[in-house]
């Protein structure tokens, strides 16, 4: 799963007319915004409350979607499935990965 890109540009800018300049706002807001995104499932997690965990993923994924993060996207429905049937342990698993899966995307959009 390494070898997968982590979003694709090309799609994303085709779905952006090309415009550079809007990708790069677009980038720069989801980088500002990912540690609160990030902090938001860590908490709902924590606290086992599933509603909670669904809420942050949805805004989550739906940021990613941006950028055809794939993996991060498949990441954060893995933890909500998790959460779902409150398998506590294997969320906080996928939440490892959801967090090192964000971290390599937001240091790629830094550099667009």
Do not use: Y
Not at 23 to 42: C, E, M, N, S, W
Not at 54 to 59: E, F
Not at 60 to 65: D, P, Q
């Amino acid at each position: 799963m390494d070898s997968e890109p982590l979003f694709d540009l090309r799609a994303t800018l085709d779905n952006l007319d090309n415009d550079v300049e809007i990708l790069q706002a677009i980038a720069a807001t989801f980088v500002a915004d990912a540690p609160r995104l990030l902090a938001d499932l860590r908490t709902a997690l924590a606290d086992h409350d599933v509603t909670a965990v669904i809420r942050a993923g949805h805004s989550l994924k739906g940021s990613a979607e941006n950028f055809g993060a794939a993996a991060l996207i498949r990441a954060v429905k893995a933890l909500e499935d998790a959460s779902r049937t409150e398998d506590f342990p294997s969320a906080a698993a996928w939440l490892g990965e959801v967090d090192r899966l964000l971290a390599q995307l937001c240091a790629e959009l830094r550099t667009i």
